[in-house]
């Protein structure tokens, strides 16, 4: 899909929206996979390691790490026709919009799989199995659903089946259930329980019902190898134990499903053991999507000084592919200092953008603008900043390096302090330089 660049600070305050996604095929898209470290050799690692594994296996299952807002939902959705070329159907789910993000289980990401890719196979007009479809949705009935489950939550569907009579789709049927426990149905746990109790038979239908899916589908389309579904959105879940519970701690029952699956996890989740010390390395293959890198390691005294300038250079592509930079800025260079001040980070470049083409109305992004512009998003950013946090910073920003404890977790979280993929290094987001108590700490260190 082509869009016309932005000739106006107006118009182009729309086209840098900062949260929104963009789509395959989308012309303002700006590759940054070689920046991340995922190229070497040319080519992109998920995409290599995914064709070899459709070629050879019926499953691959993979998490992408990363801080919000360094693109790992872009990068995908980007590559979704890249997933089509070597014979995969991609299954977009969001866990926030499908999910309690609350209390979220092992056998909701997997009950979803089916409600998923029926819905997608409603949308292709591609029919399962009839005996298959039944099969599944008996076992459910009569291995975890009571008559009190099926009346109390309006599971007609399942009665239907029980009594012997067609079923449209089986994903209303799922729906029905995840939609209960969304809304904390008082039948969740009992449900759970009793999936619990038998939890390779589940994995057994969900592959069953899987096979079914991807023999429908080839029949359509014979490039078809196999299903990828993407779950989306993970690592916004505040209280990442529940994530190391649903996936980590059972990554032994998400690696028997027959299918491709990625996962998008917080960064600390990468780093850090889960509860009972197992390590997300050790149970999925990881892609680590970190910040462009801007600036050299060991550029530590002169935050501002010499740049990686070819990186510089392409990461202000991701603005000059929405908008006309001569029309719209007084001085072109204005951009490099919106990109250095973003820290590498994508959804801070683009908000670093709108904002300052706000407070330029009608008129061209002048340098005041955009001091006014870095100045209004340092606030927001620095919001979430206690008083003891900024000797952490300080620290930090001097050594390039973290401890690996709660307090710089929560200000990775907040993408106070970014990380690079080179030699795996750290330090502090440009936005809080300039804070007067940051350069305080970073004195006080120095003069101990």
């Not at 899909?1 to 303002?28: H, I, Q």
């Not at 109390?152 to 449209?168: F, H, N, T």
């Not at 250079?313 to 204005?334: A, C, P, Q, W």
């Not at 998003?377 to 008083?387: A, Q």
């Amino acid at each position: 899909m082509r869009y016309r660049k932005a000739t106006t600070a107006a118009e182009a305050v729309f086209e840098c929206n900062p949260f929104a996604l963009e789509r395959a095929g989308d012309s303002r898209y700006v590759d940054l996979s070689d920046s991340f470290g995922l190229c070497p050799g040319g080519r992109n690692m998920l995409i290599t390691d995914l064709e070899s594994s459709v070629s050879r296996q019926s499953s691959f299952h993979a998490v992408l790490a990363g801080t919000g807002g360094s693109g790992k939902s872009t990068l995908i959705f980007q590559h979704f026709d890249k997933f089509k070329e070597v014979g995969l159907f991609p299954v977009y789910v969001d866990v926030i919009e499908s999910l309690d993000t609350t209390d979220i289980t092992y056998s909701d990401l997997m009950l979803t799989l089916v409600e998923r890719i029926d819905l997608a196979l409603c949308g292709q007009k591609v029919a399962i199995d009839e005996n298959v479809r039944n099969e599944v949705i008996k076992w459910f009935s009569e291995e975890l659903l009571t008559e009190e489950h099926v009346r109390e939550l309006d599971l007609q569907i399942a009665a239907s089946v029980k009594a012997g009579a067609s079923v449209p789709f089986v994903g209303k049927f799922f729906a029905k259930i995840l939609a209960a426990f969304k809304g904390g149905s008082k039948y969740r746990e009992e449900i759970r329980q009793r999936i619990d109790r038998k939890p390779y038979e589940l994995v057994d239908k969900v592959n069953m019902y899987l096979k079914a899916a991807k023999s429908a589908l080839g029949k359509k389309d014979s490039s078809i190898r196999g299903i990828l579904f993407f779950y989306d959105n993970l690592e916004k879940i505040r209280d990442t134990r529940q994530i190391d519970i649903a996936l980590i701690k059972q990554a032994t029952l998400h690696k028997k499903i027959e299918c491709f699956t990625l996962f998008t996890i917080p960064f600390q989740l990468l780093i850090t053991p889960g509860e009972d010390g197992g390590l997300v390395r050790n149970q999925f293959e990881v892609y680590l999507v970190p910040m462009v890198k801007l600036r050299y390691r060991g550029n530590y005294h002169e935050p501002r000084g010499e740049g990686v300038d070819a990186s510089v250079k392409y990461f202000g592509k991701i603005i000059e592919e929405r908008l006309e930079v001569n029309h719209i800025f007084d001085d072109s260079t204005l951009l490099d200092e919106i990109v250095l001040s973003s820290g590498g980070c994508p959804r801070d470049l683009l908000h670093i953008t709108q904002t300052a083409c706000r407070y330029a109305g009608v008129g061209k992004v002048s340098k005041d603008n955009l001091i006014s512009a870095i100045t209004r998003v340092r606030g927001i950013h620095l919001d979430p900043i206690r008083e003891k946090d900024f000797e952490i910073l300080a620290r930090v920003h001097l050594k390039k390096q973290i401890r690996n404890i709660e307090e710089e977790h929560r200000l990775i979280n907040h993408r106070l302090i970014v990380h690079y993929n080179d030699e795996r290094w750290y330090d502090v987001h440009p936005l809080v330089w300039d804070d007067e108590r940051f350069n305080d700490a970073i004195t006080s260190i120095n003069n101990k």
